[in-house]
Nanobody, 126 residues
Framework: QVQLVESGGGLVQAGGSLRLSCAVS????????MGWFRQAPGQEREFVAA????????YYANSVKDRFTISRENAKNTVFLQMNNLKPADTAVYYC???????????????????WGQGTQVTVSS
């Protein structure tokens, strides 16, 4: 299992950008698909984006497609979420998730992944 620590959240105006980071520690010798989820007040946690261990497979929720980009640097054990053209509807706590995989091209993150981060708040003002 790995430990995840998110950073990079904050307050931004609509149309602005933020870059979230997720630092991975622990059993980093294993392969992990990585993902980002978010939870707004009073709502259920929802999927945002995921990336395979190899980095070649990526998947996005329709609500963030063409605005958010997920990437990873395995040598630095870090995953990123570049968020552009932010909207007030993007306001939420953003969580990093990791799920151990055998297939380096698998991007899918289940609802109960192996590890969750503690979350970082993103607030977008109108």
């Amino acid at each position: 299992q790995v430990q995840l620590v998110e950073s990079g959240g904050g307050l931004v105006q609509a149309g602005g950008s933020l870059r979230l980071s997720c630092a991975v520690s622990g059993r980093t010798s294993d392969k992990y698909a990585m993902g980002w989820f978010r939870q707004a007040p009073g709502q259920e946690r929802e999927f945002v984006a995921a990336i395979s261990w190899s980095g070649t497979s990526r998947y996005y929720a329709n609500s963030v497609k063409d605005r958010f980009t997920i990437s990873r640097e395995n040598a630095k054990n870090t995953v990123f979420l570049q968020m552009n053209n932010l909207k007030p509807a993007d306001t939420a706590v953003y969580y990093c998730a990791a799920d151990r995989v055998a297939d380096s091209n698998q991007w899918y993150i289940p609802d109960a992944p192996d590890s969750w981060g503690q979350g970082t708040q993103v607030t977008v003002s109108s």
